[in-house]
């Protein structure tokens, strides 16, 4: 059975960092391409940041370039979003997703494993 479990979403001040993880069971990390999605209130779900299965490259959207950072530990089967500087607008419930398909998938369209969502709250 293939699944993510997400962990260490919380309530943060402006400036302060959190790092999230994602387990995974069931199948081996390492083959799938991986990605962080985030939605906040009202708002539609975004794509935060990628690595690919193939070559390794990530990708991160503008609005958390230099903040952010995905990484993944093979021998733990397990993703990471380390998130540094954090603002307000950071504020979602944070996805993690998985596809066992070769290259850099940015779009929620092209991945069927998720996590249950954690919720990352930036305020004073």
């Known amino acids: 059975q293939v699944q993510l479990v997400e962990s260490g979403g919380g309530l943060v001040q402006p400036g302060g960092s959190l790092r999230l993880s994602c387990a995974a069971s069931?199948?081996?990390?390492?083959?799938?391409?991986i990605g962080w999605f985030r939605q906040a209130p009202g708002k539609e779900r975004e794509g935060v940041s990628f690595?690919?299965?193939?070559?390794?490259?990530?990708y991160y959207a503008d609005s958390v370039k230099g903040r952010f950072t995905i990484s993944r530990d093979n021998a733990k089967n397990t993703m990471y979003l380390q998130m540094n500087s954090l603002k307000p607008e950071d504020t979602a419930v944070y996805y993690c997703?998985?596809?066992?398909?070769?290259?850099?998938?940015?779009?929620?369209?092209?991945?069927?494993?998720w996590g249950q969502g954690t919720q990352v709250t930036v305020s004073s």
């Open positions: 069931g199948f081996t990390l390492a083959r799938y391409a």
């Open positions: 997703a998985a596809q066992p398909k070769k290259g850099l998938l940015i779009y929620q369209a092209e991945y069927d494993y």
């Open positions: 690595i690919s299965s193939s070559d390794g490259s990530t």
